[in-house]
């Protein structure tokens, strides 16, 4: 028996645990923007509807009073002028007033709902932003898993949800049961007055009421952010395995490849280009090929080449050097020789040797330095 209860036992607390066994690292931002495009975002239901709430009663606070004398005015003319006449019996009579009672509806009733649905609308779009994706509503065998119903039930999501719910009743509950206790002489006096001061007063002090708990409810909302960002971040952890696959996923998409490249070759463009007032002499084709060499005998033996380009590049290392005043050598032979066996921040090979010291002699020679 008692090993019978401990296998129960066993099997209940699985129920509550949750598989994210080696999930310790932070989402990339792939593993984000795939859960973004399935419909998978995180935000607080309970601040949308508290916020909607609020945007509701404070609707009914400033235009409350008119809405509760249209509806007064018409529910009068209801029953004084339709009852005597007796028009409500006949077809036209019966058409007329569901004319009418559509008409009162949409002027006081259809703005409470635009301003709910608007609310709605802006307090889930502040959250999540707009997304159009069909996944969330689509048919997956798995929800009509019993057990995995079951877990759901009993996981930690589920009591969590629980535990707010309880919390919202507690809300409620506080709010009104200290609004009878300060209202219930109030409340007594109403046998005393009249129907419209009644109305009057039961209105008003709703709503302020209502208002009294959608503020509470918003700053629990506002606690049910900060838990569903904790939650949502927590749920999509990888592995470090889930790492390393999903960079050899990304590593092997010939356009990540490209864009890759493309990035660095930016990168080493500026790089290069940031270099070219540092040179000495720039040797060019003098169209269609540039090159920046620099001699420093600290850094290295030989002169050594700092930037190199072709066509358009070429152009824009000249316009570079010519705005900080570094010499420019024709020497067709020797440019394209270089542009074709040296890379950028190699030396100059010794069978080039004499050709590039001749011309650094001259431009020393130029500046005075020899």
Request: charged share 25%; aromatic share 12%; glycine share 6%.
């Amino acid at each position: 028996m008692k090993e019978h209860n401990k296998k129960l036992m066993k099997i209940n607390l699985q129920l509550f645990a949750e598989d994210k066994e080696g999930k310790t690292e932070k989402a990339t931002p792939k593993k984000r923007q795939d859960a973004r495009k399935k419909g998978q975002v995180f935000q607080s239901r309970e601040l949308s509807s508290a916020f909607l709430l609020v945007m509701v009663f404070l609707y009914l606070k400033i235009f409350g009073k008119q809405i509760y004398i249209e509806l007064a005015e018409f529910t009068n003319k209801m029953f004084e002028e339709y009852a005597k006449t007796g028009d409500f019996y006949t077809i036209n009579g019966f058409s007329v007033l569901f004319i009418d009672t559509m008409t009162v509806l949409l002027k006081t009733v259809g703005p409470v709902f635009a301003v709910a649905v608007v609310a709605g609308l802006v307090g889930a779009y502040s959250q999540v932003g707009f997304i159009f994706t069909l996944d969330p509503i689509a048919i997956k065998l798995n929800r009509l898993n019993p057990i995995q119903g079951f877990k759901r039930i009993f996981s930690l999501r589920g009591f969590t949800e629980l535990l707010k719910a309880l919390i919202k009743i507690l809300i409620v509950g506080s709010v009104v049961y200290f609004f009878l206790k300060d209202e219930v002489y109030n409340i007594l006096s109403l046998m005393y007055l009249g129907a419209a001061q009644s109305g009057t007063y039961i209105v008003n002090t709703s709503i302020n009421a209502a208002l009294k708990i959608c503020m509470l409810l918003v700053m629990f909302g506002i606690i049910d952010y900060g838990y569903q960002w904790w939650e949502y971040e927590k749920s999509l952890r990888m592995s470090k395995q889930e790492l390393k696959e999903e960079y050899k996923q990304v590593e092997g998409n010939p356009e990540v490849k490209s864009r890759i490249k493309q990035k660095q070759r930016q990168i080493s463009m500026k790089r290069m280009m940031h270099e070219v007032p540092d040179a000495d002499v720039v040797i060019t084709n003098p169209t269609h090929y540039a090159v920046a060499i620099k001699y420093d005998a600290k850094l290295h033996e030989a002169p050594f080449v700092v930037a190199k380009g072709q066509n358009y590049i070429a152009i824009r290392i000249k316009d570079i050097a010519r705005q900080n005043k570094v010499e420019i050598v024709e020497n067709k032979e020797l440019a394209r020789a270089i542009y074709n066996t040296v890379e950028v921040g190699e030396l100059i090979p010794p069978e080039l040797y004499q050709a590039v010291a001749e011309i650094l002699a001259y431009i020393y020679s130029l500046k005075g330095i020899i």
